[in-house]
């Protein structure tokens, strides 16, 4: 099955400044890479995702990059405000193409 | 309607009790998840359904029953569950298996005592 494994596992910036949060995994034949952030007590919202076609996608101030020869993935979130604070998931579908696999999240907190 | 709902919003249960949650899309999405999360950890999914049937059973203890009675709905039957089943259980859906995007719902809250 997939493997997905993501870091930071905590990340604290200053308010303005970007943050980088990195994601790999493990099966070659994932081919959708989304990005969910969940506040606390409240459910995942996908916030972007990416297909294995393309390498870049943008969305305002939240990009996703993605290296598929390298298996590895990361969420660029620029401009940071504090609403942008929760827990971020990075998933992976696997080569089954079925539920997702999560990595462990990465706590983001915006400092003000 | 563009939502997953999902009910009821808490739920606390004895270890003999029979209890069901359930979940409603209207999106027309054909692919229906539950997904278990505790605290600080990421979903763990447990059970596919494409098309009502079930495609994916993650090894879940046989006191957890998923049903999926039509394509709008999906129910998880609860039976003589643990205390390490308290939980957040989160239903999504998706307009097909592969390559979709999914959108969970609320979840509910289980706590078993």
């Known amino acids: 099955g997939e493997n997905v494994e993501q870091h930071p596992s905590t990340l604290s910036v200053q308010e303005g400044d970007s943050a980088v949060i990195k994601c790999t995994y493990s099966d070659s034949a994932s081919n959708y890479f989304p990005w969910y952030k969940q506040e606390l007590g409240k459910r995942p919202q996908l916030i972007i995702d990416?297909?294995?076609?393309?390498g870049e996608k943008k969305d305002q101030r939240i990009a996703v990059t993605l290296n598929k020869t390298a298996k590895h993935f990361s969420l660029h979130i620029t401009e940071t405000q504090p609403e942008d604070s929760a827990v971020y998931f990075c998933a992976a579908p696997g080569g089954g193409a079925d539920g997702l696999t999560f990595g462990k999240g990465t706590h983001l907190i915006i400092q003000p | 309607d563009t939502e997953v709902t999902q009910t009821p919003k808490h739920l606390v249960m004895g270890m003999t009790n029979k209890k069901s949650l359930k979940c409603e899309q209207h999106m027309g999405h054909r692919a229906m998840y539950w997904y278990k999360q505790k605290a600080k950890k990421p979903p763990e999914l447990m059970f596919v359904?494409?098309?009502?049937?079930?495609?994916i059973n993650e090894s879940v203890p046989s006191r957890f029953s998923p049903e999926c009675p039509n394509s709008s709905l999906l129910n998880l039957h609860l039976h003589a569950l643990q205390p390490e089943d308290s939980a957040l259980y989160l239903c999504?859906?998706?307009?097909?298996?592969?390559?979709?995007?999914?959108?969970f719902g609320p979840g509910t809250r289980l706590t078993v005592l």
């Open positions: 990416i297909r294995s076609n393309v």
């Open positions: 999504a859906s998706s307009q097909g298996v592969f390559i979709n995007e999914q959108f």
């Open positions: 359904y494409s098309y009502e049937k079930l495609s």
